[in-house]
């Protein structure tokens, strides 16, 4: 697991006019979402205070919550290898309009 699905290139999107907090937030849900090495992960996006599942988790312990705040993009929650982390990391920086990625996964290896 060296990079996420689909190379290593970031995904070109159409332009247009600034991105805002929740486009980027549903961008990233979907590429978390297509994301092989996270299918058994639970996702939750906020939306100002309130969670919203996005996909329930198919292991109990593992999922991925995110927020946007002003671009920089948090993502919270608990993932099984080091790689993951950092692959929702990566993902979460080729959305555009991403200006920054807090990664507070904490690693839960089984």
Known sequence: MSEPAGGTEPKQLPEGGP???????ERLSLE???EPCLGQFGVGRHVGPT???VR?????SW???LRVENGIVTLDGKVA???QKRIAATLASRI?????VINALMVEES
């Open 19 to 25: 991105i805002g907090d929740d486009e980027i937030v």
């Open 32 to 34: 978390l979402l297509r």
């Open 51 to 53: 969670l919203y599942a």
């Open 56 to 60: 329930p988790a198919g292991h109990a």
């Open 63 to 65: 999922w991925i919550e």
């Open 81 to 83: 290898t080091a790689d």
């Open 96 to 100: 555009r309009g991403t200006r920054g």
